[in-house]
């Protein structure tokens, strides 16, 4: 990544920070992330609550993973995001945040992690690459999940 100049930060963004980053990013979702989510609401909710994995070129957030970490009791993180900047795409940028986030779940003492992905997002093969393993499937969505 360094060869990129691009810097790894953990929880640097701002919400409007992370707002901007998800409306460059609103059509890579499936479905569109606009038609699932109030994108303010959900960047407000990411910058409060979720571990923030962040790759940024200078002044601008490039690559996002966010995971929730609070649930000590079950020892299951959840991965709420992952998204990098369509210009940015195939350079493995989201493989190395996805990495960051497992190792610091690892640390952390979590024993599992799990993510959702539609069906019909070719993420899910990132994920299969990674280790996660499908856990659940209902009508348009996968819950898989990678236990430590």
Request: hydrophobic share 45%; proline share 1%; charged share 25%.
């Amino acid at each position: 990544m360094n060869k990129l100049n691009l810097q790894f930060k953990l929880n640097r963004s701002s919400a409007s920070e992370i707002e901007e980053h998800l409306e460059r990013n609103n059509h890579s979702f499936f479905p569109v992330l606009s038609d699932q989510v109030d994108i303010h609401q959900y960047a407000v909710k990411l910058y409060k609550n979720a571990y923030r994995f962040e790759l940024w070129d200078k002044a601008s957030m490039v690559g996002l993973v966010a995971c929730y970490l609070n649930d000590k009791i079950t020892g299951i993180a959840f991965i709420t995001n992952v998204s990098v900047d369509r210009e940015w795409q195939s350079l493995g940028i989201a493989t190395f945040l996805l990495k960051k986030c497992l190792n610091h779940a690892k640390k952390l003492g979590f024993e599992m992690i799990k993510l959702e992905v539609n069906k019909k997002n070719t993420a899910k093969r990132l994920y299969v690459r990674m280790g996660f393993l499908l856990d659940e499937v209902s009508k348009d969505k996968l819950i898989m999940s990678l236990k430590f």
